[in-house]
């Protein structure tokens, strides 16, 4: 069995009293003005279009500042339709002048994967608070590179895993955490879709990518894997499966794996970029929880053992995030989605990959509690 450690996991320690003093002030600084914080988009595809965008127009305590993009078009069709200040319009050559913008509080990275690190740690150098787009990053490396440019600014820094911020997802955390059922002892975690576009785009790019399904649908498996336990997975098993190899030439389409858990529950996550599958269930000594979907953009559906239908009004998951880290930033709440919950995860995406290398090698884990929030 190979082993993996938690490499430079001490970086998330190295927060100099500097940065940690700079920060301080700045809430003190936000709260005194109570006002929403100034969030700059830096991408405009279509997460931020139909996404994130229309939940700009809702959230309580931050609002759409600004934008970066390539694309002149959709500045210009941007600023109008959002009444943006033109100020507050940047491309990516021109992007760390935004150090100078004191409109903008936070930037949010939404652009294909590999271009995740290379944003966030100049949103850091500017000295802005960062969200990343899920997958954080295409390595392990990158993750730990993030996370010490925004420590060392004395940034906050999140994930965009929304399910963190979503009402069913929440009571799922805390049926597992309270141990309403008792002990956990299995998780099955699926998420997938059937890709049928353009075989360029850049998710089938591993240049881009980083991988394929593993690094698009694999991590929300993987994510509720481990809040369905509320714990991290000691080892990791893998299989990859291809049955359009002509059309996913450079990218995984099919990953199954297995995991280990400290309490002796076992889980199993399948991702796939060839089948439609969105769904998680949590079994407990006495009763299990089930949601369908599990990580959509919602409503999602969940059941319980005992006949109990979950019910939840449905809000934007988006608009809930990033209302969530504003209010981490302005008030000191729990910062829901940490950098560290998403460098845990690609350690373990970088586990599977190398199953697979080994042939299903069981790789075994040392993660402790990294990236489990609590309180
Ligand atoms: P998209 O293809 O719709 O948009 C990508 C954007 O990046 C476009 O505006 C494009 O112009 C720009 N871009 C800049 N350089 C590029 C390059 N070299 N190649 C391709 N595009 C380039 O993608 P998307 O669906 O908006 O995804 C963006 C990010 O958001 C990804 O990291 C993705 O995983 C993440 N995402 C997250 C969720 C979620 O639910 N949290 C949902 C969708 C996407």
């Not at 930037?107 to 990343?132: E, Q, T, W």
């Not at 420590?151 to 994930?159: E, I, M, W």
């Amino acid at each position: 069995m190979k082993k993996i450690t938690r490499r430079s996991f001490n970086t998330t320690l190295s927060v100099g009293i500097g940065a940690m003093l700079n920060s301080t002030k700045a809430c003190a600084e936000t709260l005194q003005d109570g006002k929403k914080l100034g969030m700059a988009l830096v991408g405009l595809g279509s997460y931020s279009e139909y996404q994130l965008a229309p939940s700009l127009q809702d959230t309580q305590h931050t609002y759409l500042a600004g934008i970066v993009t390539g694309t002149p078009e959709k500045a210009a069709k941007w600023t109008e339709k959002y009444g943006l200040d033109k100020k507050n319009i940047y491309n990516y050559e021109n992007f760390d002048d935004i150090a100078d913008n004191d409109d903008i509080d936070i930037v949010y990275v939404v652009l294909p994967n590999s271009m995740h690190a290379d944003f966030c740690i100049r949103a850091a150098k500017a000295g802005k608070h960062v969200i990343c787009e899920k997958p954080m990053a295409v390595s392990v490396v990158e993750c730990d590179a993030i996370i010490k440019a925004c420590n060392q600014a004395g940034v906050k820094l999140s994930v965009g895993y929304r399910l963190h911020s979503e009402p069913y997802t929440q009571e799922l955390m805390k049926i597992v955490k309270e141990k309403k059922f008792g002990e956990v002892n299995f998780v099955s975690a699926d998420a997938a879709y059937i890709s049928r576009g353009n075989p360029n785009q850049w998710r089938l790019d591993r240049k881009l990518s980083g991988g394929g399904a593993l690094m698009n649908m694999g991590v929300y498996s993987i994510q509720s894997a481990i809040y369905g336990s509320g714990q991290n997975p000691t080892s990791v098993s893998a299989q990859e499966f291809s049955t359009r190899p002509e059309y996913f030439k450079d990218t995984d389409e099919t990953i199954s794996a297995q995991f280990e858990f400290p309490n002796g529950a076992v889980g199993n996550i399948y991702t796939s970029h060839n089948a439609n599958i969105n769904r998680h269930y949590s079994s407990f000594e006495k009763g299990w929880v089930e949601l369908e979907p599990a990580n959509n953009y919602g409503p999602l559906s969940g059941r319980t053992s005992g006949g109990v239908t979950l019910s939840y009004p449905h809000e934007r998951q988006q608009k809930l995030q990033m209302d969530d880290f504003a209010h981490h930033i302005m008030y000191g709440s729990v910062n829901k989605v940490p950098g560290e919950m998403g460098k845990r995860d690609m350690i373990i995406v970088e586990a599977i990959y190398e199953s697979i290398r080994e042939g299903g090698e069981k790789i075994s884990l040392d993660l402790g509690n990294m990236g489990i929030v609590t309180g």
